[in-house]
């Protein structure tokens, strides 16, 4: 679908960075990446390589964690955003999407919107403006708005969630595992919005996922990530007719579909990772 990086100007640039939980446990080893303006990137890889802590990292908001960058650094328009706390980072248009679909359960699906505006200083009419944004992009959240949002499915949530982003008028939107416990088709719906916002609306997006097949049909750009390592990147469409990447995380090889339980030689996911 969309392959080639639309523009060479990197909004956020993340060098060489290492973290560190609890003051022992490495989980970061020297992650680059970079992230252009208009364009669609992809941070993936299995559980536990490393995704989160990196959005995190970049989102600050590790400290909640008891983790911290220890090394490297991470430049947003060209200044070093390591000091920022997430509200100012919000208001600099970074923002991250958490991994679950976090909604306030209580709240209904247009009150929760709404807590998304808070960094911003809207008129009433440019809050209107706002929401009528959302619901044009999430015509299913319009017809659920006044439902409480525990009450919602784990799709609607997850679109909530994205929405309520979209309110803080988001450059950036780091989106943590978009495609979680969804089925399919609502994994294609919610793909093709993020498609529509990258498009019409010019937001760039750091997506991590473990869903490699349809995170690298939407993205212009992947890394993947081994035991907190980079091991592999580049363009989309190289990265979908990789051998390594075909075998490893889509499933087949040139011999056809295996699983990686079926996978006997590990060799070069070995040299990934020396």
Same mark, same amino acid.
């Given at each position: 679908?969309?392959?080639?990086?639309?523009? !060479?100007?990197?909004?956020?640039?993340?060098?060489?960075?290492?973290?560190?939980?609890?003051?022992? +446990?490495?989980?970061?080893?020297?992650?680059?990446?970079?992230?252009?303006?208009?364009?669609?990137?992809?941070?993936? /890889?299995?559980?536990?390589?490393?995704?989160? @802590?990196?959005?995190?990292?970049?989102?600050?908001?590790?400290?909640?964690?008891?983790?911290?960058? !220890?090394?490297?650094?991470?430049?947003?328009?060209? &200044?070093?955003?390591? #000091?920022?706390?997430?509200?100012?980072?919000?208001?600099?248009?970074?923002?991250?999407?958490?991994?679950?679909?976090?909604?306030?359960?209580?709240? @209904? +699906? $247009? #009150?929760?919107?709404?807590?998304?505006?808070?960094?911003?200083?809207?008129?009433? *009419?440019?809050? *209107?403006?706002?929401?009528?944004?959302?619901?044009?992009?999430? !015509?299913?959240?319009?017809?659920?708005?006044?439902?409480?949002?525990?009450? !919602?499915?784990?799709?609607?949530?997850?679109?909530?969630?994205?929405?309520?982003?979209?309110?803080?008028?988001?450059?950036?939107?780091?989106?943590?595992?978009?495609?979680?416990?969804?089925?399919? &088709?609502?994994?294609?719906?919610?793909?093709? +919005?993020?498609?529509?916002?990258?498009?019409? #609306?010019?937001?760039?997006?750091?997506? *991590?996922?473990?869903? @490699?097949?349809?995170?690298?049909?939407?993205?212009?750009?992947?890394? +993947?990530?081994?035991?907190?390592?980079?091991?592999?990147? /580049?363009?989309?469409? $190289?990265?979908? #007719?990789?051998?390594?990447?075909? $075998?490893?995380?889509?499933?087949?090889? =040139?011999?056809?579909?295996?699983?990686?339980? =079926?996978?006997?030689?590990?060799?070069?996911?070995?040299?990934?990772?020396?």
């Amino acid at each position: 679908m969309l392959d080639a990086t639309p523009t !060479t100007e990197n909004l956020l640039e993340v060098n060489n960075i290492e973290v560190i939980y609890n003051h022992v +446990i490495l989980v970061l080893k020297g992650v680059s990446l970079s992230v252009p303006k208009g364009g669609i990137t992809a941070l993936l /890889g299995g559980n536990g390589a490393g995704k989160t @802590t990196t959005l995190k990292a970049i989102s600050n908001l590790l400290h909640s964690e008891r983790g911290e960058v !220890t090394k490297g650094s991470i430049i947003y328009r060209g &200044q070093s955003i390591a #000091e920022s706390n997430p509200a100012a980072l919000v208001r600099q248009g970074v923002i991250q999407v958490m991994e679950g679909r976090h909604c306030f359960e209580h709240l @209904t +699906i $247009e #009150e929760n919107l709404l807590t998304g505006a808070y960094t911003r200083k809207y008129s009433r *009419a440019q809050l *209107a403006d706002a929401l009528d944004l959302v619901y044009t992009y999430f !015509t299913r959240l319009k017809e659920r708005r006044k439902s409480q949002a525990g009450y !919602t499915s784990g799709g609607e949530q997850q679109m909530c969630a994205i929405g309520r982003a979209l309110m803080s008028k988001p450059e950036t939107v780091l989106l943590d595992e978009p495609s979680m416990g969804l089925a399919p &088709q609502l994994v294609e719906e919610i793909f093709n +919005i993020v498609k529509n916002l990258n498009e019409q #609306e010019g937001v760039s997006f750091l997506l *991590a996922e473990q869903n @490699t097949n349809v995170a690298l049909r939407f993205a212009h750009y992947g890394y +993947i990530l081994e035991s907190g390592r980079v091991v592999m990147d /580049g363009p989309a469409a $190289e990265l979908r #007719e990789n051998p390594d990447v075909k $075998e490893f995380y889509l499933g087949m090889s =040139d011999d056809g579909r295996k699983s990686f339980r =079926d996978v006997r030689s590990y060799r070069r996911r070995k040299r990934w990772l020396s």
